[in-house]
């Protein structure tokens, strides 16, 4: 039996990837060899950009609706109420960006939600199937997969979504460099508290000189925290393992609250900040994403996100080469655009971590929230890119804020030409497919012939967006109407100005061209969707 795509690891960066490919139609199975699902609460949920691709993937409302919005951060020095701090309390939506916030979610419920929107598509996750071998064969053509009850299997491709101690990762022999800070040790566990003066309106954060306990409430529940803490040590300094009287003790010492309040944990793990990255993503036919190709340090809640997006990236390219449509070689831009953005999340954490370090150590110290806009993930995109492709001088604004090749595409509210509905760019992208969005009268000649060479296929669309002087009574269908200039403005389109702007799949901006540049256009669809036969007659 062989298999387009076997993802190793269920946690959210193997279930977006599978959902991602799942619904381009790709054979997708996704293995994990824990014997139940997990119920862990680590990860604190989604930034803005994954709330996009959730959204992309059909479960952001979902989603939403299971969680809530970041809570403000109630700060405590030696017991005593110091600070209030909100890293959020001024984000707004703006017209570029729908989600101007993280999401709170205990990890196990957001995986519950994207588990069920992948069963119905016909994919379950396969538990207690823990892979030991793995062989590409002669010629190229897949890779024998083997099991640990003996059974093998074969794929097309593997990808090794299996965590920071990736099995696959070391069969594979990929170094994962970097260091472990053995005095950076935490403690954490989901717990149940019923001290009713600790609102649930607050992420409550104690310090003082011996250090921490934080307690943030989980969405869903009417009793259940997030507990973290520095660990108890034995006499020679070692870390102890967490236990619920050890909780109990922890909350007593930093926070001088009675530890009876505390009346139950699970979940309990310990945390040792690891900042290591893969020297390659890709051997082969098999691939590295999330925790199995990086991990950091864990202020700025970046962890999860990184590997969701690192999914997003790859789901497209790996959908592209199984149809066809695309050369293998596609895959190598995986490696491109992702290894230097985990280098960049080290970075980012490793200092965030530092500073949060510090101020704890400092009485006056200002112990303000890890997260910060960069943190929100909107302003990471692929400049360096080979799939960052041509930039022309179109009559365009002289803004800077205008995207280039590589960056995150904008969205933006527009009205539906034909219904004349609110909706809005991200909506037209939404799906397996490249956009091609098309400003002015001068784009249409070449937006037709997108639509004549693709149009019998569900990879590219081709999206005329009107400005709301023009005459739309002839739309073709998914035109837009940019009724408030705000699609123009975002991608630097001139007051009756024109231009073509390609999107990828996932969000990220292709090609900039002018209105009748199909040249332009036609390169890059035939790299990313093969050639099914320009009309030669428009040249």
Known sequence: MTTDVLIVGAGPTGLTLALD????????????????????????????????????LGVADEVLAAGSAPLPMRVYRDHHPVAETDPWADATPTPAARFDRPWLIAQWRLEEILRARLAGHGVHVELGREVVGLMERAGGRHVDVTFAEGRAERARYVVGCDGAHSPVRKLLGITFDGTTAEDQVMVSGDVELDHEDLGRDRWHQWFDADGAVMLCPIPGTRTGWWFQAGPERDADGRPLAPTLDGFRRLFTRHTGLPGRHLTRAELLSTYRVNVR????????????????AHVHAIAGGLGMNTGIQDAFNLGWKLGQVLAGQADAGLLDTYEEERLPVAAWTLDLTSDRLRATLEAIREPGGNLGSAMTPETAGLGIGYRWSSLAGTEAATEADTTTSAPHPGDRAPDAPCRDAATGERTHLYGTFAGPHTTVLGFGPASAAVLREVVATYGEEPGVRACRVYAAHEDHGTAEPGSLIDDQGYAAAAYGIGAGGSGLVVVRPDHHVGVVALAGDLGSVREYLRRLHGAPGMVDAVR
Do not use: Q
């Open 277 to 292: 990255m893969a020297d390659r993503y890709r051997v082969g036919r098999v691939l590295l994403a999330g925790d199995a």
């Open 21 to 56: 490919l799942a619904r381009r139609g790709t054979a997708v199975r996704i293995v994990d060899r824990s014997p139940a699902h997990p119920r862990t609460s680590r990860a604190k949920g989604p930034n803005p950009r994954s709330l996009e691709i959730l959204a992309d």
